[in-house]
T-cell receptor, first 109, second 117 residues
């Protein structure tokens, strides 16, 4: 599995955009970039995933660089309920889904 | 469509007893992953199973732990002769396995909290 590197922690003001970076310089051509989050020891929650193109859904946007070596998860208007550990994972169906240490995002009032 | 169901949510066992953790995947999902999360630590992969097959068990301890995903019924993670160090949250995830342009996501259950006393 490709390794990912994320900052250990980040802070964001409520209502502002939260931009969470991830480096995955050894990603292979068939691996997707996935983002999950875990809120206070609950089960991880799927957020978004992408291969090459930028993606957007009701929760977030995913920006993947052209060389695919890094990506950014954007929560456009962070709320207190977005405080969680965010995991960036590279994965393809049929292989295992491996979590790193993630980024602890704290949204402050 | 119900989500991934894990039971029990909380399980207390005395040292030396057996623990059985169940995971019912989402309807139509034939792939199951198990993870362990020790207190204040991250999610560690344990095992990846398809129906009746173990695909990757590289994260499973070599002794006392086993997993199965039979043709009928839930996936079972079994821990024999539990010790205090087995106390953790155990999560399972399921996916339908789809290759191609869209790939697929895995959905997680709420976990089983095992406490060994």
């Amino acid at each position: 599995d490709a390794k990912t590197t994320q900052p250990t922690s980040m802070d964001c003001a409520e209502g502002r955009a939260a931009n969470l970076p991830c480096n995955h310089s050894t990603i292979s051509g068939n691996e997707y970039v996935y983002w999950y989050r875990q809120i206070h020891s609950q089960g991880p929650q799927y957020i978004i995933h992408g291969l090459k193109n930028n993606e957007t859904n009701e929760m977030a946007s995913l920006i993947i660089t052209e060389d695919r070596k890094s990506s950014t998860l954007i929560l456009p208007h962070a709320t207190l309920r977005d405080t969680a550990v965010y995991y960036c994972i590279v994965f393809t169906s049929g292989s295992r889904l491996t979590f790193g240490e993630g980024t602890q995002l704290t949204v402050n009032p | 469509n119900a989500g991934v169901m894990q039971n029990p949510r909380h399980l207390v066992r005395r040292r030396g007893q057996e623990a059985r953790l169940r995971c019912s995947p989402m309807k139509g999902h034939s792939h199951v992953y198990w993870y362990r999360q020790l207190p204040e630590e991250g999610l560690k992969f344990m095992v990846y199973l398809q129906k009746e097959n173990i695909i990757d068990e590289s994260g499973m301890p070599k002794e006392r732990f086993s997993a199965e995903f039979p043709k009928e019924g839930p996936s079972i993670l079994r821990i024999q002769q539990v010790v205090r160090g087995d106390s953790a949250a155990y999560f399972c995830a399921s996916s339908p396995f789809r290759q191609g342009p869209s790939n697929t996501e895995a959905f997680f259950g709420q976990g089983t909290r095992l406490t060994v006393v």
